[in-house]
């Protein structure tokens, strides 16, 4: 059988804006040789761009191989449609041959076209290694790089960034862990030295921003570090690009956002998403209630959780001692899930905890975003330490942020690891 033709001009039967671009995904025809003027389906070829030269119809331009479907991938637009060269339009397609004259239509769909994402070179510490693989898994337009971490001798780092001259041209991000005062510096030598490769943009990825507790003064003379922690990122080196994003989750108070100078454009995320999505997969889904150890935990979380019963406790000095009191709501024969940004010692989750349980809370559960833990503070919530779910929390539930909290809680009850991969790798597409 002679090699199938198109006509020039293939009438679509909806109305789709002149000057719309189209992209040929693939083409079949059985019809006849069409006129002579038509493009020639050649095997092993692809047909190069379409445009929508009026409504209801296109011209093809280019070659494909023929005994494929027809199609069609659009910039815009969500539906399918149909085309024949022999259908009436708006605009008539050219007389077809009197042997083409019984020829079947050529069906054609007019498809979404997917935005392209940009690819990202991913580099990251040693501490972020294990996450940094997990988002690239999550997007194949995410590539890794790496850094050479060595110290000198007197203990001060010793750096090289590989393959420097390849990351021209290309969109960068490091994803860093503040874990510690030792390893800040080697990271910001790394993120300061990164933006000057002459790459097309850079974001830093610092899931936990370590010092957000401490940015305010209560007294003259109070060091507010969070603020001078802004202001260090706040002088990363303007990229070729433009500023530098900052993607930071759960960032203690949302006022901090404002110390950040004007090089550098902070992108405030939120763990929460993933708590949600895991609640749903509980069996008692349907009775679950959340409860927040203070005000400030309330005001900080309470608008993405506004279809859950809402739970308040509070903190009341008596004499020498704070005690968690209720202030709101009712936990009796709720699963209730204790929502905070962060823990560190643990204890104001552990006497919530306790106050919901006297309240005849059923179960009892936990999400902070940022597992800090110091000095092994997790081990109070273990279950296999004196303590199970009939006495403390059902789940205990943390993110990645905190990569060496991370390595140490694993396969441990009630903790489990939600992952922020895939949030970080559509915020790195942003």
């Known amino acids: 059988m002679a090699p199938a033709l198109l006509p020039s001009r293939i009438p679509i039967i909806s109305n789709p804006q002149p000057g719309r671009e189209l992209r040929l995904l693939s083409c079949k025809t059985l019809a006849p040789p069409p006129p002579s003027r038509a493009p020639r389906l050649l095997p092993g070829r692809r047909w190069r761009e379409v445009r929508v030269r009026s409504p209801g119809c296109c011209r093809v331009r280019g070659e494909l191989a023929s005994g494929l479907d027809l199609s069609f991938e659009a910039e815009s637009g969500t539906r399918h449609l149909q085309a024949s060269h022999a259908a009436a339009g708006p605009v008539a397609a050219p007389a077809p041959s009197s042997a083409a004259a019984a020829a079947p239509s050529v069906a054609v769909s007019l498809l979404p076209k997917k935005r392209s994402k940009k690819t990202v070179c991913l580099f990251f510490c040693e501490e972020t290694r294990a996450l940094a693989e997990r988002v690239a898994a999550e997007s194949d337009a995410i590539e890794l790089r790496s850094v050479n971490w060595r110290t000198f001798e007197d203990g001060f780092p010793n750096l090289f960034i590989a393959?420097?001259?390849g990351i021209r041209g290309q969109h960068v991000a490091f994803l860093a862990s503040f874990s510690s005062p030792r390893v800040i510096f080697e990271q910001l030598s790394v993120i300061?030295?990164?933006?000057?490769?002459f790459i097309a943009s850079f974001t830093v990825v610092l899931p936990f921003f370590p010092t957000g507790t401490s940015?305010?003064?209560?007294?003259?003379?109070?060091?507010?570090?969070?603020?001078?922690?802004?202001?260090i990122l706040s002088n990363i080196p303007i990229s070729r690009g433009g500023p530098a994003s900052l993607v930071i989750y759960d960032i203690h108070a949302?006022?901090?956002?404002?110390?950040?100078?004007?090089?550098?454009?902070?992108?405030?995320?939120?763990?929460v998403p993933l708590l949600k999505n895991r609640l749903q997969q509980l069996p008692d889904s349907d009775n679950i209630s959340i409860a927040f150890p203070d005000d400030g935990a309330w005001k900080r979380f309470h608008n993405q959780l506004q279809h859950f019963p809402t739970i308040i406790c509070t903190k009341v000095r008596e004499g020498d001692q704070r005690i968690v009191r209720l202030k709101e709501g009712?936990?009796?024969?709720?699963?209730?899930?204790?929502?905070?940004?962060?823990?560190q010692s643990g204890g104001t989750l552990i006497e919530c905890q306790k106050v919901l349980a006297a309240h005849g809370a059923k179960k009892v559960s936990a999400y902070v975003t940022h597992g800090i833990f110091p000095n092994r503070s997790w081990e109070r919530f273990q279950h296999d330490n004196g303590v199970g779910p009939e006495n403390g929390l059902s789940f205990f539930w943390i993110t990645d942020s905190c990569p060496l909290t991370v390595k140490e809680v694993k396969n441990r009850r009630p903790f489990e690891v939600l992952s922020l991969s895939g949030s970080i790798a559509a915020a790195l597409q942003i």
């Open 330 to 343: 009712d936990p009796s024969g709720c699963h209730v899930v204790i929502v905070d940004d962060l823990v």
């Open 254 to 271: 949302l006022q901090e956002r404002f110390y950040f100078g004007d090089n550098v454009l902070p992108c405030f995320e939120s763990g």
């Open 192 to 197: 300061y030295a990164l933006p000057r490769l």
């Open 163 to 165: 393959n420097a001259q």
């Open 215 to 231: 940015e305010r003064m209560e007294e003259e003379g109070d060091v507010a570090t969070a603020f001078t922690l802004a202001r």
